[in-house]
């Protein structure tokens, strides 16, 4: 069993395990770290952007280069489309993967890139809310960056990397970035996802069983069980066990796993959610109550629903409740839509409401009242005509590089009562805002990452006790962040092995299989004769005839045979202990063989039957019959052996 | 052999209360609980005294199972649980658990107020029951116990309804409820995988009946409608709140909109507004089309179809009714029938199932009068249409199920035993496997072929691989598997018999047999070794052979000439006990050539 690791980003995990000669891709996020090196893109030509100052390195003349950076402070951004950090595909050939399993959506942002146009022929398993909300982010990544069509690709700069200042001189892999893909790639690839339910029992060409249960991190979310008949690998992604608005994490199945692979663990190992949910309400409130606007840059589903929900309450708490909220996105329609029909895979506080039947998040109460409303674009109709200020805005993109945000940073930035609150822990946000510096307004950092932290993943893991656990290598040590915290780390135990793995590596898993299964029909136990060769030992032989269908092996009575095979055995019996040779010369004699001379040579003895023709050669493990092509006497002879010795 | 027993309480021949009790692993599992709209007396429920003749019946029953919200199907489920007792699990779809007590608590009204009937359970009751009630999603795997899993498939028929896989052991059962094969104007058709089960018990209720197209119905509908409140007659819809009454207002919904009509539609005040809410909420539980479309606009959402008042039961002109229930048996929609009947251009169109006994299937079958409790006579002048929107499979959705399933057998439930017996050779003929149709407490007994798991060394298996891939391919050749199964510390392991010695840490005696067959054939002993390994491989074309240092070599055994350049040959055949027959023919194969 191999574990091929194809992500630099463990929160953005991609993998591939090999095993029982199946090709399993865990997981296929897509890095977007790369696009922080780019400009951000806007729809309506931004002046300042377009004059920023050209940068070229000191030493170059390349003329090509010319007008492919530009500089904002002490940074230099790429003036191209933003482009992406895909899966690594130079060690696994995609066209070979038989199965993609996806644990959340927001781990299957480069399905594109694995399945269109490589030749994949595979299946891909994700939840029903994994797979709408999925197509909504990818929908609302491709439109935010065809919506600003550039003319001008850059390409140069790649080969001056070297030359480049930090940090796009530390750039991961520029050569394999991509541009984003197209509508028809997202169709295409979304279409080969088959819909699964927790806990539905899916088999993989009868070699493997998959089954995903819920891990309590988003909507749909799930960790993979991937079992044989005797090997148990579970594989962990984003995961949480605080209460939120998802199915509460299901434990019980990942126990006693041979193999546990554990990635995606929080991004803001220091702070507590809890409270950073709390800080942004207030820190909102107070910029409404001074009159300032709050923009949070957010992806359209997820915390989201949440911060609606606790938003609205203290807004109400501090007066400010007459303030709209806007969220605006290409598909907040529909994320508004699918989180009220999705009950079935919430949290039962949340999934009681359905009985009543009420929505089972109150946002659709704020729709109904107009406190909340939400918006394709910034310019789509009626957007101007329901804007009033001070409001608060949920837009994307985190990244503040495309999407509705840019615009609003635009029009609000320079005013120091407005406010923009970080949520999404995905990018760092004095990264994220380099491009639009100097700016005015606030910045609250209040990133909101419920994903299991440090003290619970350990605390997990001593739950689940697993024989190996493989982790990311930079969850052993403390965070690059915080290098004294040395509790930040997935603690090492004498109980199991621990594999620490690296962006590109290829991993043997300590599983061997000794033991497969088959199932007997009924004739065949029958003929089952238990031999007690030792106390609490037994031993029979079984003969059956074997049926391989799709892995799954079926013995059945070998019954009438066909001519051609008459002479294969139907039973086989075997002799065990050793021969007693007095006990054996009376039988022979009892059957009128009376001649027998024995003589004693190496280990056992030798028996001559002169009459007969026919020696006997007799050690403590073996006996051997040598005699002429008479069958009568041999036949005899076996008969008189058989009598002699034990069988099972 | 291992049984499966089937005992049908309700819907054995019958349509109605339907409870199906199933025994197999020594589990015993209760498929729906429903009750018999025909019946006001104690047979309106199942017999539950079968199960325990008194005191409650949670000893004997590992899991209830409801396949979904009808109430000949849930109607006796508080009753069950809260009266007769039982506080073991019950299971269901999410959408049956949000709306079966909706129904349960309209027809208890419906019974108490109305037909003032004692010993009926009470609102409270339906609320501790259906606290006990376990909501499952589709294809979910749930373990009730160790021993007993279940799992839901998609079936159609209604928002939530769900069939049931069910397994103990290496025994399963398929129990569909009400399905239908066709997807309709707001649900999927059902959809099960190939699960191989020992019995699939299946509804029949339209067991001969075959049903032209939807399209026709639909027409079909729509123009009796049409010519109605053209004639200036009221249409009285008697619909269940949940189910056929959103397909149909969707349909007329589309109707009024094109035709641009402005005569009014009425829907029942109450569970209908409500339900419509949960067709909303549970739009994943509808078809393809809806599901799609839901976000720009929601189905359910109606424009021309208006929340009714009794008083507009006098209104004059032209109008639109849905009222509940569905098979006139009680509340507004006998009321407005008692009302409308006795005028000849009204109509009433009855789309759902009636079952004995009610008034929708009297007037179904000619009644001009129906005489009521109170004495009261009413004349039936209105036009009966009976449209069949209710959403069961047909026989050829039937043999269409069973063939994506494979079952070993098959049991009809849900229909009427005269039709079943027809279905019932049908599938018994194309299919060829054995078909039931069990009357209310009547045991059936199904025994089924075991199969048991054990645990098997790889190199065996792989072994076993090896030497079969290496002969060349003939779908004729058998593969035989051969090992010594090892009985040791409560494991049990089968592998090879060197392994297995080792194992149980004992010796293995091996006997070989060495005969010498004297051959006359003048030439180098090389040459004889070729001729003999000519003939054997003619006469075990099944078997690998090989030939290395003039020993010819087949499983154990070997095969040598010896006597050089000797016009007389010795031909030593050697073999190990194990291989008797092989041995035993391959020398008397040498010896008939000696002579």
Known sequence: MKLYCLSNDPNKPCHVLTFREITLMLDCGLSMQSVLNFLPLSFVSSNRLLNLPIWMPNDVSDTDLEGELRENGDRIFIDSPPEFCPPLDKLIDFSQVDVILISNYLCMMALPFITEGTGFQGRVYATEPTLQIGRLLLEELVTYVEQCPKTNFATQWKNFVHKLPYPLSDSFKPKSWKQIYNMTSVNASLSRIQMVGYNEKIDVYGALQVLCTSSGYNLGSSNWIITSDHEKIVYLSGSSTLTTHPRPMDHHALKNADVLIMTDLTQTPISNPDSMLGLLCVVVSLTLRGGGNALIPCYPSGVIYDLFECLSIKMQDLGVQNCPMFFISPVADMSLAYSNILAEWLSSAKQNRVYVPDEPFPHAVLLRNSKLKHFKHIYSDGFSTDFQEPCVVFCGHPSLRFGDVVQFIELWGNNPRNCIVFTEPDFDYIEALAPYQPIQMKVAHCAIDTSLNFTQANKLIKDLKPATLVVPECYTQPPVSAPNLTELVIENSPDRTLIPYKWGEVINLPLKRKQGQIFIENDVAQKIVPVEVKPGVSLSSVTGALNVKDNVHNMKSCGNTALECKLQPKEIRYEWGTLNVTEFLQKLSQEGIVDAKVEPIGNGVMIHLQDEDALIQIEDNCTHVLCNSDEKIRMQLRNILMQCLKKF | ?595
């Open chain 2, 1 to 595: 052999m291992p049984d499966i027993k089937i005992t049908p309480l309700g819907a054995g021949q019958d349509v109605g209360r339907s409870c199906i009790l199933l025994s197999m692993g020594g589990k015993n599992i209760m498929l729906d609980c429903g009750m018999h709209m025909g019946y006001n007396d104690e047979r309106r429920f199942p017999d539950f005294t079968f199960i325990s003749p008194e005191g409650p019946i949670t000893p004997y029953i590992d899991c209830v199972i409801i396949s979904h919200f009808h109430l000949d199907h849930c109607g006796a489920l508080p009753y069950m649980s809260e009266m007769v007792g039982y506080t073991g699990p019950i299971y269901t779809t999410h959408p049956t658990k949000a709306i079966a007590p909706i129904l349960l608590e309209d027809m208890k009204k419906v019974s108490v107020e109305k037909k003032g009937d004692q010993n009926f359970f009470t609102s409270q009751m339906i609320k501790d029951c259906m606290k006990k009630v376990i909501a499952v999603t589709l294809h979910q795997s749930v373990m009730v116990d160790n021993d007993l899993e279940i799992k839901a498939y998609y079936a159609g028929h209604v928002l939530g309804a769900a069939m049931f896989w069910i397994r103990v052991g290496s025994q399963s059962v398929v129990y569909t409820g009400d399905y239908n094969m066709t997807p309709d104007r707001h649900l999927g058709a059902a959809w099960i995988d190939k699960c191989r089960p020992d019995l699939l018990i299946t509804e029949s209720t339209y067991a001969t009946t075959i049903r032209d197209s939807k399209r026709c119905r639909e027409r079909d509908f729509l123009k009796k409608v049409h010519e109605c409140i053209d004639r200036g007659g009221k249409v009285l819809i008697p619909v269940f709140a949940l189910g056929r009454a959103q397909e149909l207002c969707i349909l007329l919904e589309t109707y009024w909109e094109r035709m641009n009509f402005k005569v009014p539609v009425y829907f029942a005040l109450g569970l209908t507004e409500k339900a419509n809410n949960y067709y909303k909420m549970f739009i994943t539980w509808t078809n393809q089309k809806i599901r799609k479309t839901f976000v720009q606009r929601n189905m359910f959402d109606f424009k021309h179809i208006k929340p009714f008042d009794r008083q507009y039961i006098d209104n004059p002109g032209p109008m639109v009714v849905f009222a509940t229930p569905g098979m006139l048996h009680a509340g507004l929609s006998l009321q407005i029938f008692k009302k409308w009947a006795p005028n000849e251009n009204n109509m009433v169109i009855l789309p759902e199932f009636c079952v004995q006994g009610t008034v929708g299937h009297k007037i179904l079958n000619g009644a001009k009068k129906i005489e009521f409790e109170n004495r009261q006579i009413v004349e039936v002048k209105m036009s009966v249409e009976y449209m069949s929107f209710s959403a069961h499979a047909d026989p050829k959705g039937i043999m269409q199920l069973i063939q994506y399933c494979e079952p070993s057998n098959v049991m009809l439930v849900h229909g009427e035993a005269a039709k079943m017996e027809f279905l019932k050779n049908k599938i018994k003929q194309e299919f060829n496997i054995e078909c039931y149709n069990p009357a209310n407490g009547e045991t059936c007994v199904i025994s089924t072929p075991v199969k048991i798991p054990i645990d098997v060394s790889l190199p065996l298996l792989k072994n076993e691989a090896k030497k079969f891939n290496a002969l060349p391919p003939d779908p004729k050749r058998r593969r035989i598997l051969h090992g010594v199964l090892v009985m040791k510390d409560n494991s049990t392991c089968l592998m090879d018999v060197e392994d297995a010695c080792k194992e149980a840490g004992i010796n293995r005696h091996v006997i070989r047999f060495t005969s010498t067959v004297h051959l006359h054939d003048p030439g180098p002993s090389l040459g004889t070794a070729h001729k003999l390994h000519a003939l054997m491989k003619d006469k075990l074309p099944q078997w690998s052979l090989t030939f290395t240092d003039g020993a010819i070599s087949v499983e154990s055994v070997l095969v040598k000439v010896e006597g050089e350049d000797d016009d007389q040959k010795s031909v030593f055949v050697s073999w190990t006990n194990q291989d008797e027959d092989l041995g035993s023919y391959i020398l008397g194969l040498l010896n008939s050539m000696g002579q």
